[in-house]
C-alpha cells in the first residue's frame, strides 16, 4: 500500500539493538554512579536498567533512539532506588534559587526542551543541580538575562527599557540566550545527564542540532549539524564537524564531516562556528583536494590518510556497489580499501555549484547523465532550484573529471561544440 502524502511508516522492528545491549553496561555504570550517588550499589542499578530494557524492548517505537530510552530506564531506576531509601535533597541548588523549578518551566520552553514532570522534589533538585552548573558555563550577557527574567521574574517591558531595547528585540535575545542554554547541556559535560531528565533530545545529547540549511542533494530537509570544539568544552583533541540529512541518511558522504584523517578542520575554519561558512571554506578544500589528487594521480586515502592512488576505472575486486557509482575510485594500499567518489560529489565542491547553492539556498540534485562532449565521454550533473525556475548544468570529462562547460537557465543543456 502506497502511503498518503504526511503519512509515516513505522519502522520495522528487528530489536537489532538489545545485540548491542552489554556494550553499554560501562556507561550505564558511570551514569547510575551519578544519578544514584551510591558507586557501591550503580553497578547492580546497571545491571537492573540492562534487564529492564530487554523486558521493554518491545514498546521502543524508533529503533534509533535504543540508547536514549536506555538511559531512560537508568534514570527511573536510580530515582525509585532513591525513593525507596528515603533519600531527602533539598529544594534548590547550592547558589541559585529555583523555588519549585516554576521558573525552570518557562526558562526550557518547549521549543528546547521536552516537557518534564516536575512533581517529583528529588528530582527538581538534581535538575535545578544541573541547571546551575549549565548556567554557569554561559556568556555573561546571556546568563543576566536568563536570570533576570526567568530567575528574579523582572517584566520584559522593565527589562527591554533599561536596556533601550523593543520588547521585541528583547523577546530575540532571551530566545538567543536559551538556545545557548540548550548548546551548554548539549555539550560532553552535561549532555548525558541532561538527556537522562529529558532536557534535551536523544540527538542533542549527542551533539547534532539543526540548522537552518536545506540539504543540497534532496532539497527536502534542513541539514542537522554537529560542530565541537574541544577547547570550548575545556578539554583538548581533534575538532569535530559534521552534517547530515535525515533524508538523504548517510549519502552525503565523508564529504560533510571531519571524517578524513588529512583535512586540517582547525586551520581551515580558524574562528568560524557557523555552519554555512564552515561548509563553504571546506568545500574550498576538497575542491583543492579532488582537483590536485586528480591532476597527480593520487591523494590521501579518505579512511586512513595515507598515500593512495586515483584512477576513474574500478579496480579488479572493487565491491559492486562502489562499481554501480562510476566516479573515482581511490585505491589504498596500506588499508586495502576502495573509496568512489560520485561524479555528484566532485562537481558539488565546484565554484560555479557553490555559488548556484548561494544564491539558491533550496537545490536539489536532479540528475547524472552520460554524453558524448567535445568528442570525449562526459558526465552532466544537473541541480535545480525548489524555490525558482534556475537549473545549472555542470559537465564533467569521465576520463579526468575535469569540468568541461557550465550552463546556467531554466532549462539548461550545454551544448556540444561538436555538433553543429
Known amino acids: 500500500m502506497k ?36 558507586y557501591e550499589v550503580a553497578e547492580d542499578l546497571a545491571q537492573e536498567t540492562l534487564l529492564e530494557a530487554w523486558r521493554q524492548a518491545k514498546n521502543l517505537r524508533d529503533e534509533t533512539a535504543w540508547r536514549g530510552f536506555v538511559t531512560g530506564i537508568a534514570r527511573n531506576i536510580c530515582l525509585r532506588w532513591r525513593r525507596e531509601r528515603g533519600r531527602e535533597l533539598a ?185 554555512k561558512p564552515a561548509l563553504n571554506r571546506l568545500s574550498g578544500w576538497w575542491n583543492e583536494y579532488y582537483t590536485r589528487g586528480l591532476e597527480r594521480g593520487r591523494m590521501a586515502c579518505p579512511l586512513c590518510g595515507r598515500d593512495a592512488s586515483v584512477v576513474t576505472q574500478a579496480p579488479i575486486g572493487t565491491h559492486p556497489s562502489l562499481v554501480a557509482v562510476r566516479g573515482v575510485y581511490i585505491q589504498c594500499k596500506t588499508c586495502a580499501r576502495t573509496v568512489c567518489v560520485s561524479p555528484s560529489g566532485i562537481a558539488y565542491h565546484a565554484p560555479a555549484v557553490q555559488r548556484f547553492w548561494k544564491d539558491h539556498p533550496r537545490m536539489a540534485l536532479t540528475e547524472e547523465r552520460d554524453l558524448r562532449y567535445a568528442g570525449v565521454n562526459a558526465v552532466a550533473v544537473i541541480f535545480r532550484s525548489l524555490t525558482d525556475s534556475a537549473s545549472l548544468e555542470v559537465v564533467l570529462s569521465r576520463e579526468s573529471f575535469e569540468t568541461l562547460a557550465v550552463s546556467t537557465g531554466t532549462n539548461p543543456k550545454v551544448r556540444d561544440p561538436d555538433v553543429v
Open 3 to 38: 502511503p498518503k502524502d504526511g503519512m509515516k511508516i513505522a519502522p520495522t522492528r528487528t530489536n537489532s539493538w538489545l545485540h548491542e545491549l552489554p556494550n553499554e553496561r560501562t556507561r550505564l555504570v558511570r551514569l547510575c554512579t551519578r544519578l544514584s550517588g551510591n
Open 91 to 275: 529544594f534548590r541548588a547550592p547558589d541559585t534559587d529555583w523555588t519549585g523549578l516554576d521558573a525552570f518551566g518557562a526558562l526550557m520552553d518547549t521549543t528546547i526542551a521536552a516537557p518534564i514532570d516536575l512533581e517529583n522534589s528529588l528530582e527538581q533538585a538534581e535538575i535545578a543541580t544541573l541547571l546551575d552548573k549549565a548556567m554557569a558555563d554561559l556568556p555573561e550577557g546571556a546568563r543576566e538575562l536568563l536570570m533576570e527574567r526567568y530567575i528574579q521574574d523582572a517584566a520584559p517591558m522593565e527589562m527591554a527599557e533599561r536596556r533601550g531595547l523593543t520588547e521585541n528585540a528583547l523577546g530575540v535575545r532571551l530566545h538567543r540566550a536559551r538556545l545557548s542554554l540548550q548548546k551548554v547541556l548539549a555539550t560532553m559535560r552535561y549532555r548525558e545527564e541532561a538527556a537522562s531528565y529529558g532536557l534535551i533530545s536523544t540527538d542533542s545529547a549527542e551533539g547534532w542540532q539543526e540548522t537552518r540549511i536545506w540539504c543540497p542533494r534532496c532539497g527536502q530537509c534542513r541539514l542537522e549539524g554537529r560542530f565541537v570544539f574541544p577547547e570550548d568544552l575545556g578539554g583538548e583533541g581533534k575538532p569535530h564537524f559534521a552534517v547530515r540529512c535525515s533524508g538523504c541518511a548517510n549519502s552525503l558522504g565523508v564529504d560533510f564531516t571531519s571524517d578524513h584523517p588529512g583535512l586540517p578542520l582547525r586551520r581551515i575554519l580558524g574562528d568560524i562556528r557557523g555552519y
